[in-house]
């Protein structure tokens, strides 16, 4: 089984500047997708950003990209000009490529405070 | 627009009752999910359907259970076997490879 850690509970910013938030998790496939998730205030599950096991470079999407270090089992987020509007939980999520459900398996969630 | 869409936003149970929750999906998506998210907490998978008239068990099934007459819709039934049923609950469709497309949540509260 897959399994996915998020050690930070709790991460704050201030306004305009850079944050990275950590995961990691244990796979014994070859091939997977990883997601970031974020959960604003209003508790809709928003889909941030996801990456490719197979693909070596590291996905981006404007303010949002990730570090992806497959060996070390690690997939960072980092937010760059963090806005107010950025305030909300992260889940880090990991899939197998083909696993019986195709359910996405979460990590427990990152906190993200930002400071005006 | 696509998406999927879970009533009521908000849902009140009396001790012993059984409660519904709505999840409606028009992405022409298979696979459906449904998660318990108590406060603070991460996602735990309640019960996912890959095709009509098919469902599994998650990890935490017990006092809940599902129907999948349809490929659009998956409702969720809390019963009173469930003991502690106050939390948000999400709904969820699959785009292979993707990822889950989520509804807007369900607040189940026992008074």
């Known amino acids: 089984a897959q399994t996915v850690t998020q050690s930070q509970p709790e991460m704050s910013v201030q306004e305009a500047e850079t944050v990275t938030l950590s995961c990691t998790y244990d796979t014994s496939e070859s091939d997977y997708y990883l997601f970031w998730y974020k959960q604003p205030p209003s508790r809709q599950m928003i889909l941030v950003i996801r990456q490719e096991a197979y693909k070596q470079q590291n996905a981006t999407e404007n303010r949002f990209s990730v570090n992806f270090q497959k060996a070390a089992k690690s997939f960072s987020l980092k937010i760059s000009d963090s806005q107010l509007g950025d305030a909300a939980m992260y889940f880090c999520a990991s899939k197998r490529l083909n696993n019986a459900g195709n359910m996405l398996t979460f990590g427990g969630g990152t906190r993200l405070m930002v400071k005006p | 627009d696509g998406g999927i869409t879970q009533s009521p936003k908000y849902l009140f149970r009396k001790e012993g009752q059984n409660v519904t929750l709505s999840c409606e999906q028009n992405l022409n998506h298979d696979a459906m999910y449904w998660y318990r998210q108590d406060p603070g907490q991460g996602l735990r998978l309640i019960y996912y359907s890959q095709i009509v008239n098919d469902f599994q068990k998650g990890d935490i099934a017990e006092g809940y259970s599902v129907s999948r007459e349809k490929k659009e819709s998956f409702p969720l039934t809390v019963t009173s076997a469930q003991k502690n049923p106050t939390a948000f609950y999400l709904c969820?469709?699959?785009?292979?490879?993707?990822?889950?497309?989520f509804g807007s949540g369900t607040r189940l509260t026992v008074v």
């Open positions: 969820a469709s699959l785009a292979v490879n993707y990822g889950y497309t």
